[in-house]
């Protein structure tokens, strides 16, 4: 067990991003440090893995950025991971703007028998004060701590379960949080502290729809299109009419309040699920799920209201991938 390796992705992100000057917290350019130069940067980590890392670069990229073909190198190096006797747990560093969804896809996709931990930055690796080399640490440890498999997140000193966490400031460092349920875990001085008995505790604890094999779905060369569309104030139905014009194969609708859509947008919607486009309506809300009856013509409307706007949009993704195409 204490020789089992841990497996280390990097994909970039502001954890990888370099600045003309230490003081510079805004306008770097992310993705540019190496994951192993990442790990040189913590001294003790090897220590803290409790035996051998290996590292490899899936990518180099803005999360901001994030595509198909990096997720699906992603998931390929995730599962032969996970498929390897001698690998106790993964742990991927990734930007933060796009994390909460590359924590959805795995969480869905990924079969939960080791820890993936993912990890994030929000001052780029030159910063004077970088959170990066604790996150990571942080990170390390609780893979290394062989207490939960799972997919999870870490940043700031605390654990977040894939299902619940999402970015919620564009600069703090406390930028990722799970907004109700809280976080399932906390990192202190290089030990894991639960705040949960065990993972099956945790709400959404798996995907909530219908998802292609990953073997399918690595075969793909794009994942279906999917959109997300604002009803407020003034809303009007030509962004949807031209979406399904486009060929666009599902909606998000964020709506106000307890799910609620415009009036104008009302008869759009509808003529876009007549043309077999799926579309599901959630809250804008940071908090609370709908509490209403009648907010979809199907199940899985019903179960994508349980899910942030940017989680369900990677689920409705998902749950097309598997649908068969005539």
Same mark, same amino acid.
């Given at each position: 067990?204490?020789?089992?390796?841990?497996?280390?992705?990097?994909?970039?992100?502001?954890i990888a991003g370099r600045a003309d000057s230490q003081s510079q917290g805004v306008g770097y350019k992310?993705?540019?440090?190496?994951?192993?130069?990442?790990?040189?940067?913590?001294?003790?980590?090897?220590?803290?893995?409790?035996?051998?890392?290996?590292?490899?670069?899936?990518?180099?990229?803005d999360s901001k950025d994030m595509d198909w073909p990096v997720w699906r190198a992603l998931l390929r190096?995730?599962?032969?991971?996970?498929?390897?006797?001698?690998?106790?747990?993964?742990?991927?560093?990734?930007?933060?703007?796009?994390? &909460?969804?590359?924590?959805?896809?795995?969480?869905?996709?990924?079969?939960?028998?080791?820890?993936?931990?993912?990890?994030?930055?929000?001052?780029? =690796?030159?910063?004077?004060?970088?959170?990066?080399?604790?996150?990571?640490?942080?990170?390390?440890?609780?893979?290394?701590?062989?207490?939960?498999?799972?997919?999870?997140?870490?940043?700031?000193? &605390?654990?977040?379960?894939?299902?619940?966490?999402? /970015?919620?400031?564009?600069?703090?460092?406390?930028?990722?949080?799970?907004? &109700?349920?809280?976080?399932?875990?906390?990192?202190? &001085?290089?030990?894991?502290?639960?705040?949960?008995?065990?993972?099956?505790?945790?709400?959404?604890?798996?995907?909530?729809?219908?998802?292609?094999?990953?073997?399918?779905?690595?075969?793909?060369?794009?994942?279906?299109?999917?959109?997300?569309?604002?009803?407020?104030?003034?809303?009007?139905?030509?962004?949807?009419? =031209?979406?399904?014009?486009?060929?666009?194969?599902?909606?998000?609708?964020?709506?106000?309040?307890?799910?609620?859509?415009?009036?104008?947008?009302?008869?759009?919607?509808?003529?876009?699920?007549?043309?077999?486009?799926?579309?599901?309506?959630?809250?804008?809300?940071?908090?609370?799920?709908?509490?209403?009856?009648?907010?979809?013509?199907?199940?899985?409307?019903?179960?994508?209201?349980?899910?942030?706007?940017? /989680?369900?949009?990677?689920?409705?993704?998902? =749950?097309?991938?598997?649908?068969?195409?005539?």
């Amino acid at each position: 067990m204490g020789q089992s390796k841990l497996v280390i992705l990097g994909t970039g992100g502001t954890i990888a991003g370099r600045a003309d000057s230490q003081s510079q917290g805004v306008g770097y350019k992310a993705g540019q440090i190496t994951v192993q130069s990442l790990l040189d940067a913590v001294p003790d980590l090897e220590q803290q893995a409790l035996g051998p890392v290996q590292t490899q670069q899936i990518a180099q990229v803005d999360s901001k950025d994030m595509d198909w073909p990096v997720w699906r190198a992603l998931l390929r190096a995730c599962a032969q991971a996970l498929e390897d006797a001698d690998t106790r747990a993964v742990v991927i560093t990734h930007g933060t703007d796009t994390l &909460e969804e590359t924590a959805w896809l795995l969480h869905s996709l990924l079969p939960a028998t080791k820890p993936i931990v993912l990890t994030c930055a929000m001052r780029p =690796a030159t910063a004077l004060l970088a959170d990066g080399p604790q996150n990571l640490r942080d990170a390390v440890t609780v893979a290394a701590s062989g207490g939960r498999s799972g997919v999870w997140v870490v940043a700031g000193g &605390e654990v977040h379960a894939a299902a619940q966490v999402q /970015k919620v400031h564009p600069y703090r460092l406390q930028a990722m949080r799970s907004v &109700e349920g809280g976080p399932q875990a906390l990192v202190e &001085e290089g030990r894991v502290r639960w705040l949960v008995p065990d993972a099956s505790s945790s709400p959404s604890s798996r995907a909530v729809l219908p998802v292609p094999t990953p073997s399918c779905l690595l075969a793909l060369d794009e994942l279906p299109w999917v959109e997300v569309v604002f009803s407020g104030a003034l809303a009007r139905a030509s962004g949807v009419d =031209a979406l399904v014009a486009a060929g666009v194969r599902g909606i998000v609708v964020a709506g106000t309040g307890n799910a609620t859509v415009h009036e104008g947008m009302e008869a759009a919607l509808q003529r876009a699920r007549d043309k077999g486009v799926w579309i599901w309506r959630g809250t804008r809300c940071a908090e609370g799920l709908p509490v209403a009856s009648g907010l979809g013509s199907s199940p899985a409307e019903a179960d994508l209201a349980q899910l942030p706007v940017a /989680k369900a949009r990677i689920a409705m993704m998902l =749950a097309l991938a598997a649908q068969p195409r005539d």
